[in-house]
């Protein structure tokens, strides 16, 4: 009567839960045989057997599991629980089918996870972000089964990024910026995010999973050479011709020749006047022909200043852009496409 | 005379060394108007110079020698005639808007010696310049001649000297024509004799720039 209620109760456990994974070894298969023919004692005696066999982590996960749903099913609890916790150390993604299986297995599946310190369903979802951008990133969840310091980090060669370091216990859900520390984004390339529970004692667990990083293609805007609308102005121009040119050499030689006039000491008699003439002289006909000819181009006062402020503001643009480009350089699209998934 | 040689000598090797300067060489004609103590002695005459110009940034130097034969104006004066020698050198440094301040010295010697009077002064005052065209310049100096001595004695309280300056060429500056004129007043002094001396000098010439 106790064992067909029994034999009820691993009914609930589906043979494909079983036999989802492909047993090499006899013992285990002969277990797997005796659990679906609801011969709870021989898939004891068989899985024990198996444990003392060589097997492969994800046999010997199978046999603990499989000696917990018979323990279970045999009324034995700290015997289930211990086989579940084997279980889940040696396979801390394993889980159990709430809808499938009695909800006496899954409390003692439970309990077992509450008596060990993994880190379980790490996952790193593919996306597509702008980095830097606020509330973008790389999804990151996992879930810790007892409470502890998880420390996350991203890792590549030689960089290493710490993401998150907090106590947790329970499912934790982040989100990686996908920055350097100065802000740029990280480069293209395998990265590793690196999940470490630091539980009481000695006791961690780490997981980790690699995720390919695509950076996208950068749009700067390009320097300006000069500002729409706006063109720089001859710096120099030619005045027009006027008498100004022998009006100076007049002036000039008028201040000299009074000058000379004023300065003369009446005791020595009046001078002869030549010698200011013939400068004066010189200075007029220079003037005339000045005159007359075209004048030289002077400088554009007006122009030059225009021209400066132009340069001032076209080289205050360039430094907006220079900043502009800075953020355009650290706003990246980058994606994220998880590779594969390590534990240990 | 040895004066003049070392004192041409030493500016032209001072243009020739400095490279990144501009290195003007002239000959001039010069006319000249000179009178001293009272007005029978007054000469006149003409002569030649020579000038070297360096300028630097807005630093620039500038000696020039002037030779004249002064005769008398009055021939039946009886006075002799008189061979001047005087030399011109001025650095002086642009303060902007076309005004240079300058320092500089003044040298005559006469020859027959004792035929006027030799004198030198230091010089300091300023020059104001004003382009009135391409490769055209006209200016203003006005100098005061600070410290002359005179080969006979006595002493000037006040001597200046005013200038008119003319120079016109090509833009590059190579070739330019050059007129240069200066006007001295000494009031100089023997004991409380007035003996003055008053010079006009022009020289007309052409100059090279390099």
Same mark, same amino acid.
């Given at each position: 009567?106790?064992?067909?209620?029994?034999?009820?109760? @691993?009914?609930?456990?589906?043979? @494909?839960?079983?036999?989802?994974?492909?047993?090499?070894?006899?013992?285990?298969?002969?277990?797997? =045989?005796?659990?679906?023919?609801?011969?709870?004692?021989?898939?004891?005696?068989?899985?024990?057997?198996?444990?003392?066999?060589?097997?492969?982590?994800?046999?010997?996960?199978?046999?603990?599991?499989?000696?917990?749903?018979?323990?279970?099913?045999?009324?034995?609890?700290?015997?289930?629980?211990?086989?579940?916790?084997?279980?889940?150390?040696?396979? #801390?993604?394993?889980?159990?089918?709430?809808?499938?299986?009695?909800?006496?297995?899954?409390?003692?599946?439970?309990?077992?996870?509450?008596?060990?310190?993994?880190?379980?369903?790490?996952?790193?979802?593919?996306?597509?972000?702008?980095?830097?951008?606020?509330?973008?990133?790389?999804?990151?969840?996992?879930?810790?089964?007892?409470?502890? &310091?998880? &420390?996350?980090?991203?890792?590549?060669?030689?960089?290493?990024?710490?993401?998150?370091?907090?106590?947790?216990?329970?499912?934790?859900?982040?989100?990686?910026?996908?920055?350097?520390?100065?802000?740029? #984004?990280?480069?293209?390339?395998?990265?590793?995010?690196?999940?470490?529970?630091?539980?009481?004692?000695?006791?961690?667990?780490?997981?980790?999973?690699?995720?390919?990083?695509?950076?996208?293609?950068?749009? %700067?805007?390009?320097?300006?050479?000069?500002?729409?609308?706006?063109?720089?102005? #001859?710096?120099?121009?030619?005045?027009?011709?006027?008498?100004?040119?022998?009006?100076?050499?007049?002036?000039?030689?008028?201040?000299?020749?009074?000058?000379?006039?004023?300065?003369?000491?009446?005791?020595?008699?009046?001078?002869?006047?030549?010698?200011?003439?013939?400068?004066?002289?010189?200075?007029?006909?220079?003037?005339?022909?000045?005159?007359?000819?075209?004048?030289?181009?002077?400088?554009?006062?007006?122009?030059? =200043?225009?021209?400066?402020?132009?340069?001032?503001?076209? %080289?205050?643009?360039?430094?907006?852009?220079?900043?502009?480009?800075?953020?355009?350089?650290? =706003?990246?699209?980058?994606?994220?496409?998880?590779?594969?998934?390590?534990?240990? | 005379?040895?004066?003049?040689?070392?004192?041409?000598?030493?500016?032209?090797?001072?243009?020739?060394?400095?490279?990144?300067?501009?290195?003007?060489?002239?000959?001039?004609?010069?006319?000249?108007?000179?009178?001293?103590? +009272?007005?029978?002695?007054?000469?006149?005459?003409?002569?030649?110079?020579?000038?070297?110009?360096?300028?630097?940034?807005?630093?620039?130097?500038?000696?020039?020698?002037?030779?004249?034969?002064?005769?008398?104006?009055?021939?039946?004066?009886?006075?002799?005639?008189?061979? +001047?020698?005087?030399?011109?050198?001025?650095?002086?440094?642009?303060?902007? +808007?076309?005004?240079?301040?300058?320092?500089?010295?003044?040298?005559?010697?006469?020859?027959?010696?004792?035929?006027?009077?030799?004198?030198?002064?230091?010089?300091?005052?300023?020059?104001?310049?004003?382009?009135?065209?391409?490769?055209?310049?006209?200016?203003?100096?006005?100098?005061?001649?600070?410290?002359?001595?005179?080969?006979?004695?006595?002493?000037?309280?006040?001597?200046?000297?005013?200038?008119?300056?003319? +120079?016109?060429?090509?833009?590059?500056?190579?070739?330019?024509?050059?007129?240069?004129?200066?006007?001295?007043?000494?009031?100089?002094?023997?004991?409380?004799?007035?003996?003055?001396?008053?010079?006009?000098?022009?020289?007309?010439?052409?100059?090279?720039?390099?």
């Amino acid at each position: 009567m106790r064992y067909a209620a029994l034999g009820l109760l @691993a009914l609930l456990v589906p043979a @494909a839960v079983l036999a989802q994974e492909t047993v090499q070894n006899a013992t285990l298969r002969q277990a797997i =045989q005796a659990y679906e023919a609801l011969d709870f004692p021989r898939v004891i005696v068989q899985g024990r057997a198996a444990l003392r066999q060589r097997l492969t982590a994800a046999e010997r996960a199978r046999a603990e599991e499989l000696l917990g749903f018979a323990f279970s099913a045999t009324s034995q609890p700290d015997s289930a629980i211990s086989a579940f916790r084997e279980a889940i150390l040696l396979d #801390p993604d394993r889980q159990l089918d709430a809808r499938r299986v009695s909800p006496r297995i899954t409390g003692y599946f439970n309990a077992a996870l509450g008596q060990v310190l993994v880190v379980r369903q790490l996952k790193v979802d593919s996306t597509r972000f702008i980095s830097g951008s606020p509330g973008s990133g790389v999804p990151i969840r996992f879930t810790v089964t007892s409470p502890a &310091r998880v &420390r996350t980090r991203a890792i590549s060669g030689n960089t290493v990024l710490l993401i998150d370091s907090s106590i947790v216990a329970g499912t934790l859900t982040l989100k990686w910026n996908g920055t350097l520390a100065n802000g740029d #984004p990280v480069p293209s390339g395998k990265w590793t995010i690196v999940v470490e529970a630091f539980g009481a004692g000695q006791n961690t667990f780490s997981a980790s999973q690699d995720v390919q990083i695509t950076a996208g293609a950068v749009d %700067t805007v390009p320097h300006l050479t000069a500002l729409p609308g706006y063109t720089d102005l #001859p710096e120099t121009e030619i005045p027009p011709q006027s008498g100004r040119p022998l009006g100076i050499a007049l002036l000039y030689s008028g201040f000299a020749g009074a000058g000379a006039l004023a300065l003369n000491n009446g005791d020595l008699g009046t001078a002869t006047g030549r010698e200011i003439g013939v400068a004066a002289g010189a200075a007029l006909i220079t003037g005339f022909v000045m005159m007359l000819k075209k004048p030289a181009p002077r400088p554009a006062l007006g122009n030059i =200043q225009y021209n400066r402020l132009l340069r001032e503001q076209l %080289t205050r643009r360039n430094a907006d852009i220079v900043q502009q480009n800075v953020q355009l350089r650290r =706003q990246v699209q980058l994606t994220a496409v998880p590779i594969a998934r390590g534990t240990r | 005379m040895n004066r003049v040689v070392v004192l041409t000598g030493l500016l032209a090797a001072t243009g020739a060394s400095a490279r990144a300067q501009t290195v003007l060489l002239g000959v001039q004609g010069a006319l000249g108007d000179y009178r001293e103590v +009272s007005s029978n002695l007054r000469y006149r005459g003409g002569g030649v110079g020579g000038s070297l110009g360096l300028q630097f940034g807005r630093f620039s130097a500038e000696g020039a020698v002037t030779r004249i034969s002064y005769a008398p104006r009055d021939d039946n004066s009886g006075l002799a005639d008189f061979k +001047s020698t005087q030399i011109d050198a001025r650095v002086g440094v642009d303060v902007g +808007s076309g005004i240079t301040a300058e320092v500089g010295l003044l040298r005559r010697t006469i020859d027959p010696e004792l035929a006027a009077q030799e004198m030198a002064a230091a010089r300091i005052g300023v020059r104001y310049s004003k382009i009135i065209g391409p490769g055209a310049t006209v200016g203003v100096r006005g100098n005061y001649l600070a410290g002359a001595k005179f080969t006979g004695a006595g002493s000037a309280g006040l001597a200046f000297e005013l200038g008119l300056l003319v +120079s016109v060429g090509s833009q590059n500056g190579r070739y330019r024509f050059t007129a240069d004129y200066g006007f001295q007043r000494i009031d100089r002094k023997v004991n409380t004799a007035k003996v003055p001396i008053e010079q006009s000098l022009v020289r007309l010439g052409i100059a090279v720039g390099f």
